[in-house]
């Protein structure tokens, strides 16, 4: 993936002198300089709020959720993760908050995605009202 930008360190904080909004400021992992760990995104494990409700002579099998966990691997961290020990937990800007694995060693970090940004269960009791 390429991205093309440019940086105006003047607006980092939100704030520019010359009046724009800025909405956010972006943090970027050169690949060159990153690290590569295995981080495993979680989703909700089933597809409705009550598993139990499905159609007849069906269980609550069938309404697992097949896309309940993805898992990235070679995803490129900044170096500063490096020394990350089993059970710490950071923000990663965007995606959500991470725990480093048990799984982990100093040769291979696995990150696990604890809280999403986003809440589905959310929007979707909203449309039910």
């Not at 309940?68 to 908050?97: C, I, N, T, W």
Request: hydrophobic letters at 40%; glycine letters at 6%; charged letters at 25%.
């Amino acid at each position: 993936m390429e991205i093309h930008c440019s940086y105006d360190p003047a607006t980092r904080g939100g704030n520019a002198p010359d009046g724009r909004k800025v909405k956010s400021t972006i943090h970027w992992v050169s690949a060159a300089n990153a690290i590569d760990a295995e981080v495993r995104l979680y989703e909700s494990l089933f597809i409705k709020e009550d598993p139990n409700q499905t159609e007849e002579a069906r269980d609550f099998i069938a309404n697992l959720n097949p896309n309940s966990l993805e898992v990235v691997a070679g995803a490129k961290l900044e170096p500063s993760l490096a020394g990350a020990v089993p059970g710490s937990r950071y923000q990663f800007e965007r995606l959500g908050y991470f725990a480093v694995d048990p799984d982990s060693s100093a040769a291979r970090l696995v990150f696990n995605r604890t809280v999403g940004l986003k809440d589905a269960w959310a929007k979707i009791e909203k449309r039910g009202k």
